[in-house]
């Protein structure tokens, strides 16, 4: 059985040219950058200019503002932690109840340090409300964090127009943003369009690099402390010995991504596109979260009423698909996906709902074979279910009263 992937936005295969890339400084080039040597020195020269292409992808920025890292973990700490090391005399931080753990629980963390941390809601399509945000700007505001697309339904923030009026507002105001599910497959010109962002996280294994790298671009004169502190590294910003190989890559992955875009944003969106008009107009009672937003061309989250998402993934799995039920970081939890809750998905889809995110390796007949399969599981499923009229195909009557019964005691 051929396996179908649409979980890019957990991780992506690297691509067969990034891989041809990276090798040469796994075995020949192996030399740590910081050495004197004459071979040293050419692995030093590739990690110079895998920088300088990687700044040129972000709108010619430039190369020492690029500071890597070993994942978009690692960014979003270094960025928020570090603004907030630079600055301790501010201590109130804006960001949204649908980030991604990696800066959701940093945020949380300096609630605990006895920071103010402003949670921004969202509404049931995933949207911020601009006056929500010019609302919670203080005096002391330290530091603005707001994702550029999320990870569970990838809708997209305008972190560009958030960003000025942060700066507007006080210019002392830091924002950062984590790009980790935008870069590559979203253009990104921190030179023009996005020149009031002072911090921005991203990933490699995202994007067809591998994983164990990644990067944080910090504007010059953004006041950031080293978060990693050791060697002389990355101009004393992040100390250890750098990825050398996994950097080459990155950037090799952000050229193919730059040289494909117009292609792959057009094929994988009409493929999303059809998925979930065809899943529409055969299964009952589902709703796709943040379709009324802009959302990345790759991502779907389609809330299925009456069923769990876990059986979903179980049956799915057998037929060899592999798809999410939110972000890979937390769906090792019973607890209904925070970005959903905070979307005000009702209690009778928020465990049913099944990310597809996809990839320039996907194909036309992988998007047959789940629309051919989806249904029937999501059939099986409620055949189950209590709540379900089988005869009918539709809840029954006093579902929601069962439900609401339920729900409460």
Known sequence: MKTIYVDNNATTQVAPEVYRAMVPFLTEQYFNPSSMYAPAQKTAN?????????????????????????????SNNMGIQGAAKASPNRRHVITTSVEHPAVLEVCKDLQRR???????????????????????????????????????????????????????????????????????????????????????????????????????????????RPFLIGGHQESGRRGGTENVASIVALAAAMDLAAERHAEDETRIRAMRDRLEAELAARIPAIEING????????????????????????????????????????????????VLTALGVPFTAVHGSIRFSF??????EEVDRIIEVFPRVV???????????????????????????????
Request: glycine content about 8%; aromatic content about 6%.
């Open 46 to 74: 590739a990690l110079a200019a895998a920088r300088a292409r990687i700044a040129q992808h972000f709108g010619g920025v430039r190369p020492d503002e690029i500071v890597f890292t070993s994942c978009a973990t690692e």
């Open 114 to 224: 006895g920071y103010e941390v402003t949670f921004l809601p969202v509404d049931r399509q995933g949207n911020l409300d601009l006056a929500d945000f010019i609302r919670a700007l203080r005096p002391d505001t330290l530091l603005v964090s707001i994702m550029h697309a999320n990870n569970e339904t990838g809708v997209i923030f305008p972190v560009e127009q958030l960003a000025r009026i942060a700066k507007e507002t006080d210019p002392n105001i830091v924002f950062h943003s984590d790009a980790t599910q935008s870069v590559g497959k979203l253009p990104i010109d921190l030179a023009i369009d996005m020149q009031y962002i002072d911090m921005l996280s991203f990933s490699g294994h995202k994007l067809h690099a591998p994983k164990g790298v990644g990067g944080l671009f910090v504007r010059r004169g953004a006041p950031v």
């Open 291 to 338: 379709a009324g937003a802009a959302r990345m061309p790759n991502t779907s989250n389609i809330a299925c009423h009456y069923v769990e998402g876990e059986g979903m993934l179980y049956q799915l799995d057998a037929e060899g698909i592999c798809a999410s039920s939110g972000s890979a970081c937390t769906s090792g939890s019973l607890e209904p996906s925070h």
């Open 359 to 364: 990839s320039r390796y996907n194909t036309e």
């Open 379 to 409: 059939a099986n499923l409620r055949n189950l279910s209590p709540y379900w009229d089988q005869a009918a195909n539709a809840p029954r009557g006093d579902a929601g009263v069962m439900i609401q019964k339920t729900h409460s005691g």
